[in-house]
């Protein structure tokens, strides 16, 4: 099958002749009809994982973490799925030699979800490791009804889900985004516009006397948004290298997403009936994928490049 792969030392993406594997226990085969290139696979291109020892050196790695398809196959002990239901699924290890950007992918069963009947495959393969690290941050910032909360980054794909998921449990949301992104993170439930820019935290304080509850940081502007949290709040760091000092009694969570199918299949019905908002800036055939990394890199996209084999 083809995939596209990372070569060590080398920042070229490559589409290569690799194995299609069958599953083993366990796991679910599914044919790609879609997969997402998210930044973690620029950052993966680049060798920052092993660069930053979160991930042994190998020679290849492969690219893709979300996908929207069919199962293909199921291993041993699967009983949840069968050849032919359409799925989303997330695989979330860094040191794989084959991701979700080829024709087929083997994936752990509790990674993969039911795909609801009026969700598009191109569409939906924008939510799993988007949705889910959204989602599983406002699990850890553990708020309530009525409590504040200040999304960096909210006009991306994990702030502008965090945006919209928060406004649905009833959180006041502050959105920080650029300012042509004010009607998109209204439009998805911020209470309040907070434009990017110096004095980020007075700004917000003045629109939350006191300061926010809490905040999921995923523009990774680090003090500049934890300075904007009251003291004793919560915070959520998406990326390792912008944790903040955990300040004045704040708990600073570090996030790693987590393949987790229910939960997929949770967001993917939400799309489904128009309450999560689900962007695709292009489609691109898994061939191209070099021209979706260039793009990608060349940043100002609104929405994921989507790769179809
Ligand atoms: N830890 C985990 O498990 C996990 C999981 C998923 C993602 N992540 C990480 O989370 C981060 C966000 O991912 P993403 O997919 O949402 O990226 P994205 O779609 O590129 O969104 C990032 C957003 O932040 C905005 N931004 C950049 N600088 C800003 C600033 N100073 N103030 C306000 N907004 C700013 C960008 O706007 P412009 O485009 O205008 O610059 C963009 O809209 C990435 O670093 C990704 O690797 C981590």
């Given at each position: 099958m083809r995939a596209v792969i990372a070569r060590a030392g080398s920042s070229v993406v490559e589409v290569v002749d690799a194995p299609d594997r069958e599953p083993g226990p366990g796991r679910v085969r599914i044919r790609v009809a879609a997969a997402t290139v998210n930044p973690v696979d620029s950052m993966v291109l680049d060798g920052a994982p092993v660069r930053f020892g979160l991930v042994r050196a190998r020679e290849v790695f492969g690219l893709g973490w979300d996908v929207a398809g069919e199962v293909a196959g199921v291993g041993a002990g699967v009983t949840g799925f069968a050849v032919g239901d359409a799925v989303l699924g997330l695989?979330?290890?860094?040191?794989?030699?084959?991701?979700?950007?080829?024709?087929f992918v083997v994936l752990d069963a509790d990674a993969v979800g039911a795909l609801p009947a009026g969700l598009d495959a191109v569409a939906a393969a924008t939510i799993p490791l988007n949705g889910l690290t959204a989602w599983q941050g406002l699990d850890l910032l553990d708020l309530s009804a009525g409590d504040t909360l200040v999304v960096t980054g909210a006009a991306g794909a994990v702030g502008g889900f965090a945006v919209e998921l928060a406004a649905a449990r009833g959180v006041r949301v502050v959105a920080v985004a650029g300012a042509a992104d004010e009607d998109f993170v209204r439009g998805v439930g911020a209470e309040w516009f907070a434009p990017r820019g110096p004095e980020l935290a007075d700004r917000i304080r003045a629109m939350v006397p006191g300061g926010?509850?809490?905040?999921?940081?995923a523009a990774m502007l680090g003090p500049d948004a934890l300075d904007a949290v009251r003291g004793g709040g919560a915070f959520v760091v998406?990326?390792?290298?912008?944790a903040p000092p955990a300040l004045r009694g704040i708990r600073v969570h570090h996030l790693w997403v987590r393949a987790d199918g229910a939960r997929l299949a949770e967001l993917a019905a939400l799309a489904e009936k128009g309450a999560l908002t689900l962007r695709v800036a292009g489609v691109l055939a898994l061939a191209d994928a070099t021209e979706a990394f260039a793009r990608l890199g060349e940043g100002g996209l609104r929405g994921r490049l989507v790769l179809v084999p």
């Open positions: 695989r979330d290890r860094l040191d794989v030699r084959a991701g979700a950007h080829a024709e926010a509850d809490a905040a999921l940081d998406v990326n390792a290298g912008a």
